[in-house]
């Protein structure tokens, strides 16, 4: 059954014609805070505080992303049974045995909303096929975020292709890509970025790791650089600092850095075995954050502008650091969670349903992991208004006082078929929140 479409519109206080200055999220992670002085509703449900909300169909867990009044989003639609995704961690996961290939069709879809009203302005079918490689019990064929550079919108499914579309969904370019064996079957999620005119994209898997650059407005492939990683599941991230702009990137080896034209610039080992987490930075240093639930290593690091070469601290945890190394904490990593800075404070989420604090200058603790009311979280906090906000799995966010002491403020809950993974975004005074089910936008009322 097919819900796109459906859109229940509970305001009528809503904007028709989106305004010059309506707020924009162009790419994953890139809206987490309101710096005006409207914020979003603190509290919300599955009917207080929704502007609109409209039925989404198949699984996707690309966040969605936000231009000229539209919302943009992609999924996959399987013409068979749904294998409905599975919550919270499990050992199990090494079980390669549980992730079969599909064998029914399936449609990797592209959609535009109406950031107003949530209506569907247009649809457009990237693909249609059988899936080449399995996946995670918890993951989709759909979650990188799309990206735009406020012209065209950038599609990526792995193992699939790149799809480009101008914000009208008139098809301009594509390229079919060759499926990769990723490790133990968990498939991929790492979205591409852009940057002056240009698209990078990351394709960390088993058989042939790199990084490749395309030409925004044609498609062509302008270089690539082959990396000695494997499966890992991290986006990258522009890194422009007072002295150059950089691709960073975290891997299972090290996390590294290129400059623009894919030429290495500097380097650190140590992460974990999965490398999740997207590096960020804030007032010119540049974070470094993973983790994993098993294995020990934890690591968060504050790096300075200007390093080259490895720059990684002594293995012994012993000696001196490289002058470019801020800071150094090897305890610390979330698995799955970005981080989020608000002051001067860095406050980690914990999939398993803990939250801490950091000081932003040293790397100190100032609090440690607090249990939260829940657990089984995915997607990364965002904030506004004084709190900090985490949605775990079932679709309950937990706001969180921002300060030095830990101190839950609230909780809000969706519907029961409300399991989310996409990392939520703020526009403005308005929250997208998006669900297996559906996407929500919340706002005062």
């Given at each position: ?29 890139s809206a987490r805070h309101s710096e005006g002085e ?266 300075r502008p200007g390093a080259n070469g490895d720059i ?134």
């Amino acid at each position: 059954m097919r819900y796109i479409g459906l859109v229940v519109v509970l305001s009528t206080q809503i904007a028709g014609a989106a305004a010059p200055s309506t707020p924009e999220a162009p790419r994953y992670l890139s809206a987490r805070h309101s710096e005006g002085e409207q914020t979003p509703p603190e509290r919300w449900s599955a009917v207080e505080n929704v502007l609109w909300k409209t039925e989404l169909p198949g699984l996707g867990w690309s966040s969605p992303i936000a231009t000229g009044g539209r919302v943009y989003l992609t999924t996959c639609v399987s013409s068979g049974d749904v294998r409905e995704p599975r919550k919270g961690l499990y050992l199990e996961d090494l079980n390669a045995n549980l992730y079969p290939k599909e064998t029914a069709q399936h449609e990797w879809k592209v959609y535009c909303l109406d950031q107003a009203t949530g209506s569907v302005l247009w649809e457009r079918v990237a693909h249609a096929g059988v899936p080449p490689k399995p996946h995670h019990l918890k993951n989709s064929l759909a979650s990188e975020t799309p990206v735009t550079d406020g012209q065209r919108l950038f599609a990526y499914f792995g193992n699939i292709g790149l799809y480009c579309y101008d914000l009208d969904g008139k098809p301009l370019w594509q390229i079919e890509m060759p499926a990769h064996e990723t490790q133990q079957g968990w498939g991929t999620s790492i979205s591409p970025i852009v940057h002056e005119g240009r698209l990078y994209l990351v394709n960390d898997n088993e058989e042939e790791s790199n990084l490749v650059c395309y030409d925004c407005a044609s498609g062509k492939e302008l270089w690539r650089v082959a990396r000695d990683e494997k499966t890992n599941y991290s986006t990258p991230y522009i890194w422009k600092n007072k002295l150059r702009t950089e691709l960073v990137m975290s891997g299972i080896n090290w996390a590294r850095s290129y400059d623009l034209s894919g030429k290495p610039l500097w380097q650190i080992k140590g992460l974990s075995i999965l490398a999740i987490p997207t590096p960020f930075a804030h007032d010119g240093i540049l974070y470094l954050t993973s983790g994993h639930v098993v294995w020990g290593k934890n690591p968060m690091y504050a790096i300075r502008p200007g390093a080259n070469g490895d720059i990684s601290p002594p293995a012994d945890g012993e000696g001196k650091l490289s002058e470019h190394l801020e800071w150094h904490n090897p305890k610390g990593g979330p698995y799955h969670p970005t981080p989020i800075i608000v002051g001067d404070q860095m406050y980690v989420l914990y999939d398993r349903g803990f939250f801490a604090s950091y000081d932003i200058k040293s790397g100190r603790e100032i609090y440690s992991r607090k249990r939260l009311p829940v657990a089984d979280f995915t997607s990364s906090p965002w904030s506004y208004g004084g709190k900090i906000f985490c949605v775990n799995e079932d679709g309950v966010t937990v706001a969180i006082e921002a300060g030095s002491e830990f101190k839950v403020s609230h909780e809000n809950r969706l519907a029961e078929d409300d399991m989310c993974m996409a990392s939520p975004v703020v526009l403005g005074d308005k929250l997208l929140i998006r669900t297996a089910a559906r996407l929500y936008c919340m706002g005062n009322k």
